[in-house]
T-cell receptor, first 111, second 114 residues
Framework: DTGVSQNPRHKITKRGQNVTFRCDPI?????LYWYRQTLGQGPEFLTY????????KSRLLSDRFSAERPKGSFSTLEIQRTEQGDSAMYLC?????????FGPGTRLTVT | DQQVKQNSPSLSVQEGRISILNCDYT??????FLWYKKYPAEGPTFLIS?????DKNEDGRFTVFLNKSAKHLSLHIVPSQPGDSAVYFC?????????????FGKGTHLIIQP
């Protein structure tokens, strides 16, 4: 399977804990995106990488969120001191030109 | 303020008929538009896209129409099949090449009735 993969698929954590998600993009794609989706809403853009450079961040990405893409391959999204409002589906997408191809997402539940 | 609006939360269509999903946008800087399909517990799947220099793009059973003056686009599915039952998202971008975050609507749940 050469699609975008995300791990873990589900994560349950207690409020205040740190969590880290991983995204492996389609290998030839140099662009990588993170989105968050809550119930009844469309995906909301969080951040964008071109190779290893983080070129854009949404105002939704608070100081507790950090994303990296070392060596321009896989990416990680870390949330520190999680809050109940962080409960959502976190989606990763990759692309080369105009279209973005999404992974299955990581569903985060903060209790 | 929602910049991309899908005003129909759900749509029910009989199998074999045409499904028409609508999307309106407010940001005149948007110049590239995409439709995604999403099944439960999966990520969105890219369906079809259109650049603002075109008014129509076709791919098999799927056709997207863009009316720039009305800031409106629509997705036509003909003929509708049971496997088309899913949530459909309209998305838009401002840089014409997808090199920025997409702005999504809230989605329309399409139900194909046998």
């Amino acid at each position: 399977d050469t699609g975008v993969s995300q791990n873990p698929r589900h994560k349950i954590t207690k409020r205040g804990q740190n969590v880290t998600f991983r995204c492996d993009p389609i290998s030839e794609h140099n662009r990588l995106y993170w989105y968050r989706q809550t119930l009844g809403q469309g995906p909301e853009f969080l951040t964008y990488f071109q190779n290893e450079a983080q070129l854009e961040k949404s105002r939704l990405l608070s100081d507790r969120f950090s994303a990296e893409r070392p060596k321009g391959s896989f990416s990680t999204l870390e949330i520190q001191r999680t809050e109940q409002g962080d409960s959502a589906m976190y989606l990763c997408a990759s692309g080369v030109m105009s279209e973005q191809y999404f992974g299955p997402g990581t569903r985060l539940t903060v209790t | 303020d929602q910049q991309v609006k899908q005003n129909s939360p759900s749509l029910s269509v009989q199998e074999g008929r045409i499904s028409i999903l609508n999307c309106d946008y407010t940001n005149s800087m948007f110049d590239y538009f995409l439709w995604y399909k999403k099944y439960p517990a999966e990520g969105p799947t890219f369906l079809i896209s259109i650049s603002s220099i075109k008014d129509k793009n076709e791919d098999g059973r799927f056709t997207v129409f863009l009316n720039k003056s009305a800031k409106h686009l629509s997705l036509h599915i003909v003929p509708s099949q049971p496997g088309d039952s899913a949530v459909y998202f309209c998305a838009a971008s401002t840089l014409g090449g997808g090199a920025d975050g997409l702005t999504f609507g809230k989605g329309t749940h399409l139900i194909i009735q046998p």
